[in-house]
């Protein structure tokens, strides 16, 4: 699978913004997916991830209420509505994908996108 992730962009503190992740090919309905993020100088993290049928979503909990996650199996597509953005989620945003049930860890991902630059200017 291999996927493309874009939406990324500048954007000021309280703004939205919508990431994408495309999967090129594959059953893209048999994986879950889910977003990390690297800001400058730290580790990845966790952002939040979906199941393959959409039927549960998780989230870092500092995104809860922020950031939506969501997903259409129909155009291999998983976006991630972010609301109300601070400058320390500035950062390269990662999409992945993988076939355990659950993703909230790098070590369960199968895939990885290429990230998109998201900076959020106070």
């Known amino acids: 699978v291999q996927l493309q992730a874009s939406g990324g962009g500048l954007e000021q503190a309280g703004g939205s913004l919508r990431l994408s992740c495309v999967a090129s090919?594959?059953?893209?309905?048999?994986?879950?997916v889910g977003w990390f993020r690297q800001a400058p100088g730290k580790e990845r993290e966790f952002v939040a991830s979906?199941?393959?049928?959409?039927?549960?979503?998780y989230y870092r909990e500092s995104m809860k209420g922020r950031f939506t996650i969501s997903r259409d199996n129909a155009r291999r597509t998983v976006y991630l509505q972010m609301a109300s953005l601070k400058p320390e989620d500035t950062a390269v945003y990662y999409c992945?994908?993988?076939?355990?049930?659950?993703?909230?860890?790098?070590?369960?991902?199968?895939?990885w996108g290429q990230g998109t630059l998201v900076t959020v200017s106070s």
């Open positions: 992945a994908a993988g076939r355990r049930t659950v993703i909230v860890d790098g070590s369960e991902v199968d895939y």
């Open positions: 090919e594959g059953t893209f309905s048999g994986y879950s």
């Open positions: 979906i199941m393959r049928d959409a039927s549960m979503v």
